[in-house]
Every structure is written in C-alpha cells, then in structure tokens.
C-alpha cells in the first residue's frame, strides 16, 4: 500500500472515529472517549514515523498500562501536552507512572469556553 494511500484511509477511520464519538457524547456516553481517543491515536501514528518519539511512546504506554484509557498529542512539534482519558480512580497510579512528567488537571466544563485571562496590551 503506498504511503499516500495509508494516509487517506487512515484520515478516513479516524472521520468515522470522530462520528461514532460525537454520537456517544451526544447521548452522555464520555465513557467512549477514552477508547476512542486510543483508537484514534493508533490511526494517527500508524500513518508517518513523524507523529511520536521514543519519549512520547514510553510515556502513553506507562500511562496506559497504569490505568489510562486512551489519549493524543496537544500542540505543535517540539511541544506540547499528551492528554489522557484516565477514570478518576485510576488518577494516583497513571500519575506515580508518569514520574516526573507535570501533571495539568482538568475537567469538562458544562458551560463553555471562557477567557481565562486577557490583556489587550500583551503580557
């Protein structure tokens, strides 16, 4: 199969990955997410050597051998967050597995968006 190809049926499953979500989320299931988020991952790396590295890959792995569900990348190259989908109750052991990796709580908010800060003149 030619890396062309791999990549348009790869961007093709994770659509209909992003589909079968948005109706699970629609219907309050957030507990799809996490696999979801897995299987899309897999996709994604699966389609160019780029997308990961030997540090991205050992710490999805510690975190999902620890109890995480599934996770990605946030950001650009040379930066960034992994976001994990982890139950709260695996919470104390995917973060012992992450070791010294910052750990950057968060939760859905109902709500919205909001600004969290602004300052029009800059920082």
Known sequence: MSASKAKTDGMAEMVALAE???ADLC??????????LHDAWQIKRSMTN???NPLIDDAY?????AGAEG???????GGGFMLLFVRPEEHTQV????????SVPFKFEMSGSRIALYQPDGL
């Open 20 to 22: 079968r979500a948005f």
């Open 27 to 36: 219907e309050g299931r957030i507990d799809a997410l996490g696999p979801m």
């Open 61 to 65: 792995g510690a975190a999902i051998e």
């Open 71 to 77: 996770g990605k990348l946030l950001g650009a190259g």
């Open 95 to 102: 973060r012992a597995a992450l070791g010294k990796l910052i």
């Open 50 to 52: 780029g997308i990961s």
